[in-house]
């Protein structure tokens, strides 16, 4: 189940699945992951294993289906869709958390 809660006015609350529409009142934007040090945006997988591998990441090749990448001195493993397109900002959100200071979810 993917989408935006919407509250309305009488509290009924609907689940809408595009977030930019009317409902929304366009609240939705694009988020972009931003590399904080050197505020580049990560723009493909290349740029995101690029930086990640710099802060002591490694990439697993267990899954065809997702690109996950570890961090040896933690139990973290964070895991994508292996098409760039199809990256979430709750993925996005996910590799900030796991890599705090480092990354910024932004509003585009």
């Not at 580049?40 to 591998?53: G, H, P």
């Not at 964070?78 to 993925?91: A, E, Y």
Request: proline residues 3%; charged residues 25%; aromatic residues 10%.
């Amino acid at each position: 189940m993917s989408g935006v809660w919407v509250f309305k006015q009488n509290g009924v609350v609907q689940l809408v699945d595009s977030p930019g529409s009317d409902s929304c009142q366009g609240s939705a934007r694009r988020k972009v992951l931003v590399h904080v040090a050197t505020n580049e945006m990560v723009t493909s997988y290349n740029v995101l294993e690029r930086i990640l591998s710099s802060y002591g990441w490694e990439r697993y090749y267990d899954d065809p289906d997702l690109l996950q990448f570890h961090k040896r001195s933690t139990v973290h493993l964070i895991s994508l869709p292996r098409d760039f397109n199809k990256l979430k900002s709750m993925h996005m959100f996910d590799i900030v958390v796991k890599n705090r200071n480092i990354f910024e979810v932004r509003d585009m």
